[in-house]
């Protein structure tokens, strides 16, 4: 069983940068792929990056060049970086393990607005 807990998300002005961390508990952390979701009101929730157990790394295209996603095994923790944010980024963002089961965190909303 694994927990999630996100935190550092917030209200934020267009061009500027918000630090996302997911936390981690229970065993086999570094078995994980970790993940970062988000969803928009009236939008599907959509795979924003992701992040192998190995550490390689995958990005939509939308966000490629601005979001960064890290992990840290001693800590066991995952990171989404945002920079030069934008209204379109606006949504609750979700911290996503997978390894034989789904796990999901709570969320965390984004605001991204003048």
């Known amino acids: 069983q694994v927990q999630l807990v996100e935190s550092g998300g917030g209200l934020v002005q267009p061009g500027g940068s918000l630090r996302l961390s997911c936390a981690a508990s229970g065993s086999g952390f570094n078995l994980y792929a970790m993940a970062w979701y988000r969803q928009a009101p009236g939008k599907q929730r959509e795979l924003v990056a992701r992040?192998?157990?190995?550490?390689?790394?995958d990005y939509i295209d939308s966000v490629k060049g601005r979001f960064t996603i890290s992990r840290d095994a001693g800590k066991k923790t995952v990171a989404l970086q945002m920079n030069s944010l934008n209204p379109e980024d606006t949504a609750v963002y979700f911290c996503?393990?997978?390894?034989?089961?789904?796990?999901w965190g709570q969320g965390t909303q984004v605001t991204v607005s003048s």
């Open positions: 996503n393990a997978q390894w034989l089961r789904t796990f």
């Open positions: 992040i192998s157990s190995g550490g390689s790394t």
